[in-house]
């Protein structure tokens, strides 16, 4: 089946670093990427959509300057958290459907766990 | 403003019986429905989905019902195994395409074996 890898698993960085994530189809092509963010206790929150060879889009109330989106490739994303501070620290999850079939599901990676120190 | 609600946390139910998962939502624009299944340090996981033109669908040991009039939906697992035990998030969307889903908080389940 369908499979999105995310990586890193889990980073630790300190306060004013960025931190990049990756997002990757494995076995079909994603035009679309979709960078989701989970606070405690909280459902999954949309936060922007990665669109393969355009700029991303992103939802009410997500910085673009912060939360740097880019899409290179029809297999690739990536979510770059700059000058992180210790309210980013949280876990984010990227998402991406089969450009094949647009009623499919979306896949997840299994998600970056984020601590900004 | 939460569009889509789990109202239960968490789910203890025997191995063997039925497990019963709840969702309601506020959005009647919505008419796509699917349940994720998320276990720990894992992103989530594609269970089941229902469009608004079912009130039920059904694969396996897994049923979904869908009462449009009362906004809610339930994810019936029977019977239930240990390895169900994960946190369950219901969504819903406006469109089978849609890019925008709307997650639910979750709902722990934990099968007893």
């Known amino acids: 089946g369908a499979v999105v890898s995310q990586h890193p698993s889990r980073v630790i960085c300190k306060s004013g670093t960025s931190v990049k994530i990756e997002c990757r189809s494995l076995d079909f092509q994603a035009t679309t990427m979709f960078w989701y963010r989970q606070f405690p206790k909280k459902s999954l929150m949309l936060m922007a959509t990665s669109n393969e060879g355009s700029k991303a889009t992103y939802e009410q109330g997500v910085e673009k300057d912060k939360f740097l989106i880019n899409h290179a490739s029809l297999t690739l994303s990536t979510l770059t958290v700059t000058s992180a501070h210790p309210e980013d620290s949280s876990f984010y999850i990227c998402?991406?459907?089969?450009?094949?079939?647009?009623?499919?599901?979306?896949?997840f990676g299994n998600g970056t766990r984020l601590t900004v120190t | 403003d939460q569009q889509v609600k789990q109202n239960s946390p968490s789910l203890s139910v025997q191995e063997g019986r039925i497990s019963i998962l709840n969702c309601d939502y506020t959005?009647?624009?919505?008419?796509?429905f699917l349940w994720y299944k998320k276990y720990p340090a894992e992103g989530p996981t594609f269970l089941i989905s229902?469009?608004?033109?079912?009130d039920k669908n059904e694969d396996g040991r897994f049923t979904v019902f869908l009462n449009k009039s009362a906004k809610h939906l339930s994810l019936h697992i029977v019977p239930s195994q240990p390895g169900d035990s994960a946190v369950y998030f219901c969504a819903a969307s406006a469109g089978t395409g849609a890019n925008n889903l709307f997650f639910g908080t979750g709902t722990r389940l934990t099968v007893i074996p």
């Open positions: 229902i469009s608004s033109i079912k």
């Open positions: 998402s991406a459907r089969n450009r094949a079939g647009y009623n499919s599901p979306l896949h």
């Open positions: 959005n009647s624009m919505f008419d796509y």
